[in-house]
């Protein structure tokens, strides 16, 4: 089992910067692709960046040159910086992992962009 728990989360205005965080735990040997999703209220859930363990990342055209996402292998643990967020980035962030052939997800946190 792969547990993962995200924060960072919060408000934020237009134009505003958060760093969101995705410590793993327990069985972390093998993990594949980690990365972040997000789902807005009422749309389907969509990849916002994914870092493979190749070192390979990439990102939803919305959020290209806006976020950035990194690692920390000592701390086991993923971060997304997001920059300049707009009204769009509004959801709630899921951070994932990949083990074998399993997908594990944290419990999401919660982002909301307002002025």
């Known amino acids: 089992q792969v547990q993962l728990v995200e924060s960072g989360g919060g408000l934020v205005q237009p134009g505003g910067s958060l760093r969101l965080s995705c410590a793993a735990s327990?069985?972390?040997?093998?993990?594949?692709?980690m990365g972040w999703y997000r789902q807005a209220l009422g749309k389907q859930r969509e990849l916002v960046a994914r870092?493979?363990?190749?070192?390979?990342?990439d990102y939803a055209d919305s959020v290209k040159g806006r976020f950035a996402i990194s690692r920390d292998s000592a701390k086991n643990t993923v971060y997304l910086q997001m920059n300049s967020l707009q009204l769009e980035d509004t959801g709630v962030y899921y951070c994932?992992?990949?083990?074998?052939?399993?997908?594990?997800w944290g419990q999401g946190t919660q982002v909301t962009v307002s002025s």
């Open positions: 870092f493979t363990s190749i070192g390979y990342s």
């Open positions: 327990g069985s972390i040997s093998s993990l594949n692709n």
């Open positions: 994932y992992a990949d083990r074998f052939s399993r997908r594990y």
